[in-house]
Every structure is written in structure tokens, then in C-alpha cells.
């Protein structure tokens, strides 16, 4: 099994550029999570999907940052446009009937 | 909403010396997960608690949840170097679609 697969696994942009972060969850699983991790703020929730519905945005911080997900496959997180606060490792997670969650190696994003 | 509480923040301690990190509530929890993650790497899971008074032990790792359900704690008999990294506690809240909430995580460093 290859895990889930976060991409890409770094990303420099300016401020203002428009950034998707995509990831594949582990097959069969049916929840998908998109978290962000900073020193300040920790590991934070973002929004997450269940059978691809987004279950719960409240984590989202503003109208800038929008989750899809299309199929049972595939996801996206888009920021547009970006800002430097926005600079975090944004993870990526799934989780089969909803308890044990299996992260991706995370997407480095640094806004200049 | 549902919270918890984790210290210390930071550990330092010597190669072969014990190391406990404590997860607080102020409400009942319906369980606890624990997750591990290493410098650079992504969480990773390691156990669920969902018994009032549970026990657990993996190798030299042993996890507890509280009587009340309100606490739980893990703790690592005689650190290794490999030991080193955060360790993260979390709730998942069953009624929200399998929502995780993490606590701030401990960070361990162990000096060889």
C-alpha cells in the first residue's frame, strides 16, 4: 500500500500567487482530512470530507482557502490568493469508518 | 467545543530515563487516541483508548485513560534516541463525522 500521497511535497510562491495542494487518499478509505501545522498554532483542522461530502469547514480560515473533493480518490486544496501568514505544512489524511487517521508526508508551503 | 489540555510542552531528558506526557479534559472523553510524530515526518497513530480505567502497553510505551475519562497519559520506560519526536494526544468526535481534535503535543528530546 503506498499510503496516502501528498503533492507536491514542497512550495515557494509570492504572495498573492494563487497555490493547489493535491492528495490521494489510501483506497477505500472514505474520510479525508486537510490539516495545517504551524509552530504557533499546532495541528489544526481544517475541513474534512466523508464519502467526498465536506463534513465540516469551520477550520477553514478564511474565504481565501476552498476544498474539493471530486472523487473517492483524489483532493484538493487551493489558496488564492496566498499570503505569507499562510506559510505551514499542510497534511493531508484518510481514515477507514472513521477512527484510526493515516497522514501523507505533508506539503511544506512558504509564501514570500 | 471539546478541548484538551497536554504538558509538559517540551521534555528533555537523558538516554535510559523515563519520559510521561499527560492529556487533560475538563469533560468526559468517549476516547483518546495518541499519535507520534518525528522530527521532519508526519503524525502516525499509535493507540485509541476508549475503556474508562484502560491500560495499554506497546513494548516500552504504556498508555492509560483515566477512571473518569478525563485524562490520559503515556509513558515510555528507559528512552531510546529513536523515541525522539512529538507525541500527540486526540479526541475523535464521533458525532461530527470522525472529527479529530489534537492537543499541543510534547515535544521529547532525548539526550544520547
Known amino acids: 500500500d503506498a499510503g496516502v500521497i501528498q503533492s507536491p511535497r514542497h512550495e515557494v510562491t509570492e504572495m498573492g500567487q494563487e497555490v493547489t495542494l493535491r492528495c490521494k487518499p489510501i483506497?477505500?478509505?472514505?474520510?479525508l482530512f486537510w490539516y495545517r501545522q504551524t509552530m504557533m498554532r499546532g495541528l489544526e483542522l481544517l475541513i474534512y470530507f466523508n464519502n467526498n461530502v465536506p463534513i465540516d469547514d469551520s477550520g477553514m480560515p478564511e474565504d481565501r482557502f476552498s476544498a474539493k473533493m471530486p472523487n473517492a480518490s483524489f483532493s484538493t486544496l487551493k489558496i488564492q490568493p496566498s499570503e505569507p501568514r499562510d506559510s505551514a505544512v499542510y497534511f493531508c489524511a484518510s481514515s477507514l469508518d472513521r477512527v484510526e487517521q493515516f497522514f501523507g508526508p505533508g506539503t511544506r508551503l512558504t509564501v514570500l | 467545543g471539546q478541548q484538551v489540555m497536554q504538558i509538559p510542552q517540551y521534555q528533555h531528558v537523558q538516554e535510559g530515563e523515563d519520559f510521561t506526557t499527560y492529556c487533560n479534559s475538563s469533560t468526559t472523553l468517549s476516547n483518546i487516541q495518541w499519535y507520534k510524530q518525528r522530527p521532519g515526518g508526519h503524525p502516525v497513530f499509535l493507540i485509541q483508548l476508549v475503556k474508562s480505567g484502560e491500560v495499554k502497553k506497546q513494548k516500552r510505551l504504556t498508555f492509560q485513560f483515566g477512571e473518569a475519562k478525563k485524562n490520559s497519559s503515556l509513558h515510555i520506560t528507559a528512552t531510546q534516541t529513536t523515541d525522539v519526536g512529538t507525541y500527540f494526544c486526540a479526541v475523535l468526535i464521533y458525532n461530527q463525522g470522525g472529527k479529530l481534535i489534537f492537543g499541543q503535543g510534547t515535544e521529547l528530546s532525548v539526550k544520547p
Open positions: 483506497s477505500g478509505h472514505n474520510s
